[in-house]
Nanobody
Framework: QVQLVESGGGLVQAGGSLRLSCGAS????????MSWFRQAPGKEREFVGA????????LYADSVKGRFTISRDNAKNTVYLQMNSLKPEDTAVYYC?????????????????WGQGTQVTVSS
């Protein structure tokens, strides 16, 4: 069983930055796809970005490309989402997701393991 724990959310003004963290206890992420999703009120959960832990390959949604950066720390078994130039439309609950075999990396249904989510609010 993989338990994911996110942290780092909060309230920030437009143009500001936040860094989210996602860690797991008792298990290495080697061989997993680690992804970030977000869900705004009244909207479906949407893909933000993903990292292939073994290869380091990274994919971003067009809406965050150039502003958000995903990275990993092997020693800490933690994946990060650095969010810069935040906009009010980035306001959402952000979730970390993981699985070893992912059919469609951008699809919510592809992931077995999810964190509890962390709120990010960007004020205008």
């Amino acid at each position: 069983q993989v338990q994911l724990v996110e942290s780092g959310g909060g309230l920030v003004q437009a143009g500001g930055s936040l860094r989210l963290s996602c860690g797991a206890s008792g298990r290495t992420f080697f061989g997993y796809v680690m992804s970030w999703f977000r869900q705004a009120p009244g909207k479906e959960r949407e893909f933000v970005g993903a990292i292939y832990w073994s290869t380091g390959g990274i994919l971003y949604a067009d809406s965050v490309k150039g502003r958000f950066t995903i990275s990993r720390d092997n020693a800490k078994n933690t994946v990060y989402l650095q969010m810069n130039s935040l906009k009010p439309e980035d306001t959402a609950v952000y979730y970390c997701a993981a699985d070893r075999v992912v059919q469609r990396v951008t699809s919510v249904e592809s992931y077995k393991y999810w964190g509890q989510g962390t709120q990010v609010t960007v004020s205008s």
